[in-house]
């Protein structure tokens, strides 16, 4: 049991519903950066079977009668509505997470219109929950995002040089500019961060190599695989 679950468990005076809601606390020597963004430390994510019998799950989907949970990464491609409850309460998932091979940090949304407060609390409360759940044995996989070359400085804080990093292609697509926004994000992030591989939810952008990059495909809208649940096979 870690110390951050130690000093919970000692603060009698808080029923624990209240106590996770209040306690948002990481260990002090966790690395931050410019804007006090904490680090995912890297880690060691073993990729070879992805090919083979490694699958992506759905937050949505996990359950505690799940019995193939260590052949799966857990995604939080969902609703921003429904990743609030894992900051709100940090605690209160780690049992249930700790159970699968990895996990990806929840993609809380940012967009090209979004004021700077906007995206540092999404990208904080990306890698807070990251480094909490690294803190607490679980395999992590930094989500990263990014919304025009303004945001990049913070987007890209808080991901160790090297890591084994998730992104997405959903509505990039769309438009011209939007190609052409996340081609520009994806070179700086590759020069930022240099991650040992990358995992991409979606077809990637031509026009850049796709060396250490694993595809998921999806086949429905993003509001079909919330309701449906989903899990696509890496190929």
């Known amino acids: ?3 951050i679950i130690k000093e919970a468990n000692n603060m009698p005076e808080y029923p624990y519903d209240d106590l ?3 306690l948002r606390k990481l260990p ?4 931050r950066g410019k804007h006090s963004i904490p680090f995912i430390p890297k880690q060691e994510i073993d990729l070879k079977n992805l090919n083979d019998g490694l699958f992506l799950q759905g937050f949505q989907n996990c359950t505690s009668q ?4 260590k052949n799966k990464i857990v995604h939080f491609y969902i609703y921003d509505k429904l990743l609030e409850p894992l900051y709100q309460n940090p605690l209160r998932y780690i049992p249930k997470l700790g159970k699968y091979y990895a996990v990806r940090t929840p993609d809380y949304s940012r967009f090209t219109d979004s004021d700077e407060y906007e995206i540092l609390s999404a990208t904080y409360k990306n890698r807070f929950l990251g480094a909490l759940w690294s803190e607490n044995g679980i395999n992590v996989i930094p989500t990263i995002g990014w919304a025009g070359k303004s945001s990049f400085e913070i987007c890209f804080e808080g991901v160790e040089q090297g890591s084994v990093v998730s992104i ?3 509505g990039v697509h769309n438009d ?3 190609v052409q926004d996340f081609l520009t994000g994806y070179d700086a992030r590759r020069n930022t961060i240099n991650p040992s591989s990358i995992i991409c939810l979606g077809d990637m952008v031509k026009g850049r190599d796709t060396e250490n990059v694993y595809f998921i495909p999806y086949k429905d809208s993003f509001g079909r695989q919330f309701k449906e649940g989903w899990q696509g096979k890496l190929f």
Request: hydrophobic share 25%; proline share 5%; with cysteine.
């Open 176 to 178: 011209q500019e939007c």
């Open 28 to 31: 002090p020597d966790i690395k």
């Open 168 to 170: 997405s292609t959903i």
């Open 20 to 22: 996770i809601s209040v």
């Open 1 to 3: 049991m870690s110390q």
């Open 66 to 69: 799940d019995k193939d949970c």
